[in-house]
């Protein structure tokens, strides 16, 4: 298979477009089992009859991981609302009607959320948190009780492609099984990094059509903050999560 140039690249990967086929190659330095890891997660979402790409293949390319999967024809939502800023609230709440769809679903053998953020406070520099507030940090996780449904874990308008006759979400590395309102606030805590109006907008929208409460969604913040400060992401500022963390610590 001829990759030829990446059509983008992330912190994780760099995805490529050969023989109309989606290929993501992941980076060197992930265990073995990372992109079977990601292929099951997106499998699942798919036998769930959610409208993700099809996964074709796992296997490895030029001595590197990869997914082999569908190609999806379309632009994200997010290009499409950088294109015309008047129709931001109507591609949100398409992309809230998609959300509340994943978030119906009970899932069997997924990621347990819980776990997952647990592992990533633990595994935060000293120097960002120190054991007094991985350890409030935690204990305030395990005090939550929800009913566990599937969670994207990195919901946003850039995972979502439009295409004549649906919309496609795509990127399932990040999904677990967990408390929707913590999904909820990740994306709130996503859509804040780039605009804290389009933030505002999307959890204003998700509750009004939810009947969740703010409250409900933003007791989530000190952990879903504290957690990202594990992912060592470029474009993300850590001294923006400290203040979150330090606001309810």
Not at 16 to 35: A, C, H, M, Q, R
Not at 64 to 87: C, H, P, R, S, W
Request: aromatic residues 10%; glycine residues 4%; charged residues 25%.
């Amino acid at each position: 298979m001829i990759l030829g140039k990446p059509i983008a690249s992330g912190n994780t990967s760099k995805i490529y477009l050969s023989e109309n086929k989606i290929v993501k190659v992941f980076n060197g330095y992930f265990p073995d089992t990372e992109s079977l890891k990601e292929a099951n997660k997106q499998k699942y979402a798919y036998s769930c009859g959610l409208p993700v790409p099809k996964v074709l293949d796992v296997t490895k390319l030029n001595g590197e991981q990869a997914i082999i999967m569908e190609y999806i024809k379309g632009d994200t939502l997010g290009d499409l609302m950088f294109k015309d800023k008047n129709q931001t609230e109507n591609y949100l709440n398409i992309s809230i009607n998609t959300q509340m769809e994943i978030h119906k679903i009970i899932p069997k053998g997924i990621e347990s959320m819980k776990d997952k953020l647990i592992h990533q406070i633990e595994s935060v520099n000293v120097h960002l948190l120190d054991k007094r507030k991985k350890s409030y940090l935690i204990k305030k996780l395990e005090s939550f009780s929800y009913e566990n449904r599937l969670c994207h874990g990195d919901f946003h308008l850039f995972n979502l492609i439009k295409t004549e006759s649906k919309v496609v979400i795509i990127d399932w590395v990040d999904s677990s099984s967990g408390d929707i309102c913590a999904d909820i606030y990740r994306t709130y805590l996503l859509y804040s990094q780039i605009s804290l109006e389009l933030a505002e907008m999307y959890v204003n929208l998700y509750c009004e059509k939810s009947g969740l409460t703010r409250s409900d969604i933003f007791q989530w913040a000190p952990i879903v903050a504290g957690a990202r400060l594990s992912e060592n992401v470029t474009s993300e500022n850590s001294i923006r999560l400290m203040k979150i963390v330090n606001y309810y610590c």
